[in-house]
């Protein structure tokens, strides 16, 4: 079963993947900009943000699996996620690497 985390700012404060290897520093610097005027309004009616794809669709900017944090992250436990890689697979992930 496919499992989505709400897209809730405190959801969003709780993601790894600004301190994950496979989020670039091209694509941190390419975001920053976004983030920063968009901010994190009107989220759930949103499919698309540079950050918890796990609620979202996948990364416009990440395209390269250097390892993931997913499975260390507070929402993976809480939300009993099972996959990892979200950045890059739309729709729930793909299997965590143990
Ligand atoms: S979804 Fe996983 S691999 Fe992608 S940026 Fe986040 S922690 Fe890294
Ligand atoms: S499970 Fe992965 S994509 Fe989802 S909030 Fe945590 S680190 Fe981000």
């Known amino acids: 079963m496919t499992v989505f985390v709400d897209k809730t700012e405190n959801n969003i404060k709780r993601c790894l993947c ?20 968009r901010a994190t309004q009107n989220l759930k009616n949103r499919t698309h943000y ?8 996948k990364s416009n900017c990440i395209h390269l699996d250097r390892g993931c944090l997913c499975n260390e ?15 890059l697979h739309t729709g729930g992930g793909r299997k965590c690497r143990i």
């Open 18 to 37: 600004l301190n994950c290897p496979s989020y670039s520093t091209t694509c941190k610097l390419k975001n920053a900009t976004q983030s920063a005027s």
């Open 50 to 57: 540079e950050k918890m794809f796990c609620a979202f669709e």
């Open 73 to 87: 992250c507070m929402n993976f436990k809480e939300y009993n996620l099972e996959n990892c890689t979200y950045c």
